[in-house]
């Protein structure tokens, strides 16, 4: 079956541009995680959607980061005026409701010159 | 100080070998998850535990709660099992995963 797709696999963007990454979760699965993950650092959590609840942004690190999740699937996480400190591979990770394994996707590695 | 701490950072075995990852972390949880990341970078969930103990095949991880502690252990290891190891917390009814930075495991034949 499908898993989690992630577009694109690569992106490379110039200081201050807007880049939109998107994720595909698995069909059915009502959870969806936004992680980052850079260069010789952890995973760090940027957001995370239930159903059709608010979806918890305590994760993002400035108001350049934003997300939505259309129809409770597809999800689109917007990096707006991008900095080099941005560069990092975004991952996103999807969840049946109910169970606690996620899901992973390939992930974006986003680089910014 | 991260909140979630993994030992060793790096980590060679020979094949057959018994491995054990440690991962401490300083603040309440609600539940701490296992993660493995293969050198292509994929990740794959291994576990997610609130206590106890839990199995799969041969990977066995731990937690004891009182000593805010768990491990990773891998019995006869393989070289497949070369990969990063992540430690990840959940605290209180939060959404939020606070993650370790990972134990680089490298097994030879």
């Known amino acids: 079956g499908a898993g989690v797709s992630q577009s694109p696999s690569n992106k490379v963007t110039e200081k201050g541009k807007d880049v939109e990454l998107r994720c595909d979760p698995i069909?059915?699965?009502?959870?969806l995680y936004w992680y980052r993950q850079s260069l010789g650092q952890g995973l760090e959590f940027l957001i995370y959607?239930?159903?059709?609840?608010?979806?918890?942004k305590s994760g993002l690190p400035s108001d350049r980061f934003s997300a939505e999740r259309t129809g409770g699937s597809v999800s689109t996480l917007t990096i707006q005026r991008t900095q080099q400190e941005d560069s990092a591979v975004y991952l996103c990770?999807?969840?049946?409701?109910?169970?606690?394994?996620?899901?992973f996707g390939p992930g974006t590695r986003l680089t910014v010159l | 100080k991260n909140e979630v701490e993994q030992s060793p950072q790096n980590l060679t075995a020979q094949e057959g070998e018994f491995i054990t990852i440690n991962c401490s972390y300083s603040?309440?949880?609600?539940?701490l998850h296992w993660l493995q990341q293969h050198p292509g970078g994929g990740i794959v969930s291994l576990f997610m535990l609130s206590s106890g103990k839990k199995k799969h095949g041969r990977l066995i991880a731990t937690i004891n709660i009182q000593e805010k502690h768990s491990s990773l252990h891998i019995t006869a290891s393989h070289p497949r099992d070369s990969a990063v190891y992540i430690c990840?917390?959940?605290?209180?009814?939060?959404?939020?995963?606070?993650f370790g930075t990972g134990t680089s495991l490298t097994v030879i034949p």
């Open positions: 603040v309440g949880i609600s539940a």
């Open positions: 990840a917390v959940r605290r209180g009814t939060g959404n939020q995963f606070y």
């Open positions: 959607f239930q159903g059709n609840s608010a979806p918890d």
């Open positions: 069909s059915g699965h009502t959870a």
């Open positions: 990770a999807s969840r049946r409701g109910g169970t606690d394994t996620q899901y």
